[in-house]
């Protein structure tokens, strides 16, 4: 048997080749998954243009120099098992390599998931290397498994950011502002704070994404970038960035002079990414969502996490499928070549923010 994945150049994301490798025989313990379907969003090229810096390129080393694969999120199915726990054609949704298969070593087994016990991945954050095993997985239901690959790891974080800033009392602020409105995380967190009394939620986008965005009815207001003076100098604010655009950080902290806080998410402007350092206001703070998952686990106990967050997910889930009015319409794409080109148009920042991409390595029906 063999593998294809996609490698990515580390240092110029736009650089990318399509490899066969054949496969190792599994060690006892390993099983072999069979990756069906996975999203490709503007996240996962956050995870490119942060890989370095958060170890995303560690999870799935590709063993060439210089290129990496980057991770997205998906569902498999297990082709190959050397593990007694874990049973052949058990449906399975994690992190997974932009891959048709991956080998898996699962640990710490439970009705409702598994750990991948790679040596590799074991100085990694604990949340990614975690795989729901779909039949007791309360978020799971089979006719809507794009919709969960595709905002399902987006919404987590979305939900964490806004209880990240209500936990902190918004640092003071009354207006929080969203950069690249359009993508799916922030319209998640916009979701989840228009349910917050008092706050008013700014989305910032390119003129051409304003009409979506204005649709979606999450956003108090949107504003383009190039109409910042629309929203007056001394807004009581707090900045959430998940453009990553440098040049805008800076006009963002120049002309609030009441920025309370700035938080960086992402980087959906790969090609102006930027340091953050000499800025006017507060320092811009990274956020990481496992820190925000730990804190709360911690003080609320996982089973109080997971009921507030599976009610947040349905309500949100309903809202972005209503037939009427849909936010998000997945499309798939299947073979290599699809990968691939689907791939360049994510990262070309081409492809409208209603299509969700649903991609598989393996050619269709």
Same mark, same amino acid.
């Given at each position: 048997?063999?593998?294809?994945?996609?490698?990515?150049?580390?240092?110029?994301?736009?650089?990318?080749?399509?490899?066969?490798?054949?496969?190792?025989?599994?060690?006892?313990?390993?099983?072999?998954?069979?990756?069906?379907?996975?999203? =490709?969003? +503007?996240?996962?090229?956050?995870?490119?243009?942060?890989?370095?810096?958060?170890?995303?390129?560690?999870?799935?080393?590709?063993?060439?120099?210089?290129?990496?694969?980057?991770?997205?999120?998906?569902?498999?199915?297990?082709?190959?098992?050397?593990?007694?726990?874990?049973?052949v054609g058990e449906r399975v949704y994690g992190y997974f390599p932009m891959a048709d298969q991956v080998v898996l070593q699962p640990d710490r087994l439970r009705p409702e998931g598994f750990t991948d016990a790679a040596p590799h991945r074991s100085e990694l954050h604990a949340v990614y290397n975690r795989y729901m095993r779909c039949g007791a997985?309360?978020?799971?239901?089979?006719?809507?498994?794009?919709?969960?690959?595709?905002?399902?790891?987006?919404?987590?974080?979305?939900?964490?950011?806004?209880?990240?800033?209500?936990?902190?009392?918004?640092?003071?602020?009354?207006?929080?502002? =969203?950069?690249?409105?359009?993508?799916?995380?922030?319209?998640?967190?916009?979701?989840?704070?228009?349910?917050?009394?008092?706050?008013?939620?700014?989305?910032?986008? +390119?003129?051409?994404?304003?009409?979506?965005c204005e649709s979606l009815g999450c956003y108090s207001r949107v504003v383009g970038y190039d109409e910042l003076e629309l929203i007056p100098a001394d807004a009581l604010c707090v900045y959430v960035d998940f453009a990553g655009n440098a040049a805008f950080r800076l006009a963002v902290h120049t002309r609030f002079v009441n920025l309370r806080f700035?938080?960086?998410?992402?980087?959906?402007?790969?090609?102006?990414?930027?340091?953050?350092?000499?800025?006017?206001?507060?320092?811009?703070?990274?956020?990481?969502?496992?820190?925000?998952?730990?804190?709360?686990?911690?003080?609320?106990?996982?089973?109080?996490?997971?009921?507030?967050?599976?009610?947040?997910?349905?309500?949100?889930?309903?809202?972005?499928?209503?037939?009427?009015?849909?936010?998000?319409?997945?499309?798939?794409?299947?073979?290599?070549?699809?990968?691939?080109?689907?791939?360049?148009?994510?990262?070309?920042?081409?492809?409208?923010?209603?299509?969700?991409?649903?991609?598989?390595?393996?050619?269709?029906?």
């Amino acid at each position: 048997m063999s593998t294809t994945d996609l490698l990515i150049r580390k240092d110029a994301l736009g650089t990318t080749r399509l490899r066969n490798s054949s496969d190792a025989p599994l060690a006892d313990g390993q099983v072999r998954v069979r990756i069906d379907t996975f999203a =490709l969003t +503007s996240n996962n090229i956050t995870y490119g243009a942060f890989g370095d810096a958060m170890s995303y390129w560690q999870f799935f080393p590709s063993g060439e120099e210089g290129w990496g694969r980057i991770p997205v999120w998906g569902f498999g199915s297990v082709a190959q098992s050397m593990h007694p726990g874990v049973a052949v054609g058990e449906r399975v949704y994690g992190y997974f390599p932009m891959a048709d298969q991956v080998v898996l070593q699962p640990d710490r087994l439970r009705p409702e998931g598994f750990t991948d016990a790679a040596p590799h991945r074991s100085e990694l954050h604990a949340v990614y290397n975690r795989y729901m095993r779909c039949g007791a997985d309360p978020l799971y239901t089979a006719d809507t498994e794009d919709i969960q690959a595709l905002l399902r790891p987006l919404f987590i974080t979305s939900w964490l950011i806004d209880d990240f800033l209500a936990d902190n009392d918004f640092f003071g602020a009354d207006t929080v502002l =969203l950069s690249s409105a359009s993508s799916k995380t922030a319209y998640g967190t916009a979701f989840q704070l228009a349910q917050r009394p008092g706050i008013e939620v700014i989305g910032l986008t +390119s003129p051409g994404n304003k009409l979506f965005c204005e649709s979606l009815g999450c956003y108090s207001r949107v504003v383009g970038y190039d109409e910042l003076e629309l929203i007056p100098a001394d807004a009581l604010c707090v900045y959430v960035d998940f453009a990553g655009n440098a040049a805008f950080r800076l006009a963002v902290h120049t002309r609030f002079v009441n920025l309370r806080f700035s938080s960086s998410i992402g980087g959906t402007h790969v090609e102006h990414l930027g340091g953050a350092k000499n800025l006017p206001g507060p320092r811009a703070t990274l956020f990481f969502a496992p820190a925000q998952i730990k804190k709360r686990t911690d003080e609320w106990g996982g089973a109080v996490m997971g009921e507030k967050l599976l009610t947040a997910w349905k309500a949100f889930t309903a809202q972005v499928t209503d037939p009427a009015a849909p936010w998000l319409v997945p499309d798939r794409h299947h073979g290599p070549e699809a990968v691939q080109a689907a791939y360049a148009e994510v990262l070309g920042g081409r492809s409208h923010p209603r299509m969700g991409h649903m991609l598989s390595f393996h050619k269709a029906l």
